[in-house]
């Protein structure tokens, strides 16, 4: 793993042989590619994807082979974090 850091939700997902830990809603904000000032906002591919958990809200960059069993991160995603995405609508607010 690589870049930020990793939070308590995501062990169960990384290691479920331990059992340790509560798993939380992982997604992946960036798929194998990079967006950066210093190569001006452009998609770059990349081997590393962004991913996000939906619990705690941490961020980490990552090139583990659990990014493919994960699902892309939606508009509602976004805005049960609180970022409402350019062009999107919210949708309904979930409770939990």
Not at 12 to 29: N, S
Not at 80 to 88: I, M, T, Y
Request: hydrophobic content about 30%.
């Amino acid at each position: 793993m690589s870049g930020g850091k990793v939070c308590r939700h995501a062990w169960a997902l990384l290691r479920p042989h331990t059992g340790q830990g509560e798993a939380g809603r992982i997604v992946v904000t960036a798929r194998r590619s990079n967006h950066s000032k210093f190569n001006g906002s452009r998609f770059t591919p990349s081997r590393y994807s962004e991913v996000m958990c939906l619990e705690c809200r941490s961020f980490w960059r990552t090139k583990a082979a659990y990014v493919n069993r994960l699902p892309d991160a939606t508009d509602d995603d976004w805005a049960s974090v609180g970022v409402l995405r350019a062009g999107s609508e919210p949708g309904p607010r979930r409770e939990g």
